[in-house]
């Protein structure tokens, strides 16, 4: 399930809250419905991707202070993959 999926299992029954009796879950189901929309709308689908855009490969910058993280360096694909030894058969005994 993509995100924008999850985002709306958590909507709903923000939205449902609103309809309630007790006026702090209604005041709870606004707020909570509004900023879930909020961060499927604007952060998710509009700013994130249009920040990454502008810095390019500066969003994959390291500070010098995170530098004792491991360095995960994707490796090329092989050209053919390894096949395992073919089995030979032993000679029956008796």
Not at 8 to 25: E, F, Q, S, T
Not at 49 to 67: D, F
Not at 80 to 87: G, S
């Amino acid at each position: 399930m993509r995100a924008p999926g999850r985002l709306w299992i958590l909507y709903w029954p923000a939205a449902l809250a609103v309809g309630g009796l007790i006026i702090d879950m209604k005041e709870m189901g606004v707020g909570l419905a509004a900023a879930v929309l909020i961060d499927a709308t604007l952060v998710r689908a509009v700013l994130l991707p249009a920040t990454m855009k502008l810095l390019g490969e500066a969003n994959w910058y390291l500070p010098r202070w995170l530098e004792w993280l491991p360095r995960l360096e994707r490796e090329p694909p092989e050209a053919e993959p390894k096949r395992a030894p073919e089995a030979v058969p032993l000679p029956a005994q008796g």
